[in-house]
């Protein structure tokens, strides 16, 4: 018998002996065919065994992958129905506020405002347009137009706008603030009737918005042409000094400040804010300046930021309308708006509730 270790005889034993008795590494390197077979077969059933797990396991990670993807996507929808929601109530939101213009609160930069807090209007209410009153008329034939709100025998008045074209933006506030008081009538306490003038320089106001747009169409300061302290001349140190400008020939030469002052009087005006722009603040009418005067410029100072005492340039005012008019038992006071193109809408919102609500 040839020796076993020979490859090329097949051994006698039969592999599966082979395998299990000797387990000779050489043989099974070199199994026999029949050897190889069964090998083969071993290998095809882990083979398919493999696969079939393979395939197992990739279909688990298709439906796990999938139930991920199906999850993302609810939440997605989720989300974006969250986001939709969110615009929608934000927009509602906005919606109302722009609808609901409701007064000022009662107590901003947490200073108190005197007096009863009247109910407002309705939002729903129906707008009313004032017709206004004409007071007279400017130089160049422009009317002089007054709005009035409430009835009540306390009369109060704003006028805006004395120094024209220079001081648009008086106008313009005063124009909105017509415009809401239009819109919310029963700002007005019951008490009280409101008058007000947006331009009472409608001339310069049409002329220019720049220097030139200051004086009347005489070329006259009307808030120098009023008659306590009237001067036909003034020192130009700290005072307005861009262009020439005059006092007129005499106190109340100028249509505009007849018209006003004789408003003023005739209608028993307790109160008046007369509106300027810009930058220093809020000022107490008479010289000196009257109690009441002061406790109104003090109240409506509690609600805005302008400045109180106002800012000293020292420019010698003479023949200024508040100052006549506080001499004349009116509590008169100039506001300052914060720029010559603000119009500071929220803030006099505030001061004209205060004004409308102001006890002497
Ligand atoms: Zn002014």
Redesign the pocket.
């Known amino acids: 018998m040839p020796p076993h270790n020979d490859p090329s005889i097949p051994c006698p034993l039969g592999a599966a002996t082979l395998i299990g008795t000797l387990g000779n590494r050489t043989n099974r390197r070199t199994p026999t065919p029949k050897t190889h077979d069964k090998i083969d077969y071993a290998r095809s059933l882990v083979k398919s065994f493999t696969n079939q797990r393979r395939q197992e396991l990739r279909r688990k990670g298709q439906r796990r992958r999938a139930r991920v993807r199906k999850v993302e996507t609810r939440l997605r929808w989720l989300l974006a129905a969250g986001f939709g929601l969110a615009l929608w109530t934000g927009f509602f939101v906005q919606a109302s506020a722009a609808v609901d213009e409701s007064p000022p609160p009662g107590n901003i930069l947490n200073r108190p405002i005197a007096g009863p807090s009247p109910t407002p209007a309705s939002p729903t209410a129906v707008p009313t347009s004032p017709t206004p009153i004409v007071i007279g008329h400017s130089v160049e034939g422009r009317p002089l137009e007054v709005y009035a709100f409430g009835n009540g025998r306390h009369a109060r008045m704003i006028i805006a706008d ?2 024209g074209g220079y ?1 648009w933006n008086t106008a313009a506030l005063t124009d909105q603030l017509i415009e809401f008081l239009t819109r919310h009538a029963s700002l007005v306490p019951p008490g009280v009737t409101l008058y007000v003038l947006p331009s009472m320089n409608p001339d310069g106001l049409a002329r220019s918005h720049g220097y030139d747009g200051r004086a009347n169409a005489n070329g006259v300061d009307l ?1 120098r042409n009023f008659p306590l302290d009237w001067k036909a001349t003034w020192a130009p140190e700290g005072c307005w000094n861009y262009l020439p400008i005059t006092s007129g020939t005499h106190p109340l030469s100028e249509p505009e400040s007849q018209a006003v002052a004789r408003f003023l009087l005739g209608n028993g005006i307790e109160a008046l804010i007369s509106y ?1 722009s810009a930058a220093l603040g809020i000022f107490a009418g008479g010289d000196p300046s009257t109690p009441q005067s002061l406790s109104l410029a003090e109240s409506l100072a509690n609600v805005s930021p302008y400045a109180y005492p106002p800012k000293n340039t020292g420019c010698d005012y003479a023949g200024e309308m508040v100052d006549w008019s506080a001499a004349n038992g009116i509590a008169a006071v100039d506001i300052e708006l914060s720029t010559h193109y603000n119009l500071d809408v929220a803030i006099n919102r505030r001061i004209l509730y205060a004004f409308l609500n102001w006890q002497p």
């Open positions: 004395i120094h001081e808030n300027h």
